[in-house]
């Protein structure tokens, strides 16, 4: 059905949900009464009221106006198609450009009934307008993810590069200016504003030869963006710097600093470090949406059998809990998940960070400082003195600091930290390798939780996929059984996933709770002693075997699985 018909039939919502059956007279009217005190669209009261779910009326709208009914969820979009709509309106009217079809173009509404919807469209594309119903959470979906600000970001790049050409541009004043119209303060607004809809952790602004480079990492890969416009890196990198309130003189030195903005209603907290570079000075900004609750630890990704275990550690009065990982694996993230579940006013806690990433009620959050001495070791010494029950120490980087959370883990506290290892069966050898004594860290130390992040493949695109011989052989080493039958999955790429075939993250984890052996090896010292008693020790599961299930499981591809194990010692594959 075309908008001509419907506009001569003067069809109208509530008269075809009546006759089709999905409400009743009575029903309609109390939809509209709701919807004049609301103000909502009908379809939006008929819902609220429960008369009617969304895919019922979806499908009877689909019927009655003879149009299709699409499921944008495992939709391929062409992305030119898409955009030749400017982003206003389709955001105004609940739009998106589906496909050419029969001398016209297939257009996705939430509501095709809206005529002004259809003739705008229609006017604007100057082509007829076939209507298609889709879900609007879907439709809303697809245009965060279609509509990135990637062009407007290049054209705010020239448009500032445009007036660095100017030979009498004061560039300290564009650092200071507060002009919220100025292209750098625009193109800053812009890239966190893509950075926040891609769900980005970090933001790099690289200097080159001829160029700048600014690159987002989303679910731990790297998208980066190009662009020749070379100059405005100082310029972003001057602005900067003044609102972290760093020296925008000193460029010969590393700086960091943190500031903190809003963006479409979320608080992000920057951390901002600066480093002197071949062409400039690089930057890179860590975001923490602070408008997020802390994750919980049910949506880790931890298996139950585990979290069982691991809630279990977290309710013991004494003794030290370590989280371990490479950087950016998510150790705060599992750590401030426990501590949201231990925080009651019960408890004292205090933690000791640098720098403090999540901001919790009622716990008493430290920054360590170096400036002013105000080191791990100094503020833990302070922490202890303050009665905590439970201590959070972001990471265990020295011995001094080693020993004082160990003592503080003997005598009546709960300690929680974080250590750079590989593994779990490293962990507790490395604290004795910083100089930590080792009857210390044996009569210490309770448990060990290694933990990795694998992307999850993107439910939209997923297929199977059949493992090369060389991978599978690996894999059925790694399993200690035959393969054969089991199906694996990748993604192939689609809008959803931004072509990576991944949509976000899941932890891989690997707990280790030390026994009368494990104790004993530490004791004298002995590494292979100890490592030989921890693969033994029951519940205890590398974290390579804890990646596969998940490949087996179809929520992360081999190729993950493969990375991880690639970050392992020989002894954490055994």
Known sequence: MTPQDIRQNKLRLGDLLVKAGLVSDAQLQLALQAQKRNGAKLGHSLIELGFVDELQLLTALSEQLHIPFVELKHFRFDNELVQSLPEAVARRFRVVLLAREGGGVLVGMSDPLDLFALDEVERLLKTRVLPAVVREAELLLALDTMYRRTGQIASLAGELEGELKDSDFDLSKLGTDNNNDAPVVRLLQTLFEDALQMKASDIHIEPDEGLVRIRQRIDGVLNEQVMKEARIASALVMRLKIMSGLDISEKRLPQDGRFNIRVKNHAIDVRVSTMPVQFGESVVMRLLDQSNSVANLDA????????????????????????????????????????????????????????????????????????????????????????????????????????????AAMTGHLVLSTLHTNDALTSAMRLIDMGAEAFLVAAALNAVLAQRLVRRVCESCMQEHTPEPRQLLWLETLYGASLDGRTFKRGSGCHHCHNSGYAGRVGVFELLELDAAMIAALRHNDPQGFADAAKVSVGYRPLAACALDYALAGVTSIEEVLKVCATLSDEGLA
């Not at 990982?325 to 231990?342: H, N, R, V």
């Not at 360590?368 to 990471?395: C, M, T, W, Y």
């Open 300 to 407: 880790s990704g931890m298996p139950a059998e585990m979290l069982v275990r691991f809630r279990r550690l977290l309710q013991r009065p004494f003794g030290l809990v370590l989280v371990t990982g490479p950087t950016g694996s998510g150790k705060t993230t599992t750590l401030y998940a426990g501590l949201a579940e231990l925080n009651s006013p019960e408890k004292k806690i205090i933690t000791v960070e640098d720098p403090v990433e999540y901001r919790m009620p009622r716990i008493n959050q430290v920054q360590v400082n170096a400036k002013i001495d105000l080191s791990f070791s100094r503020v833990l010494r302070a922490a202890l003195r303050q009665d905590p029950d439970i201590v959070l120490i972001g990471e265990i980087r020295d011995q001094e600091t080693a020993e004082i959370g160990l003592r």
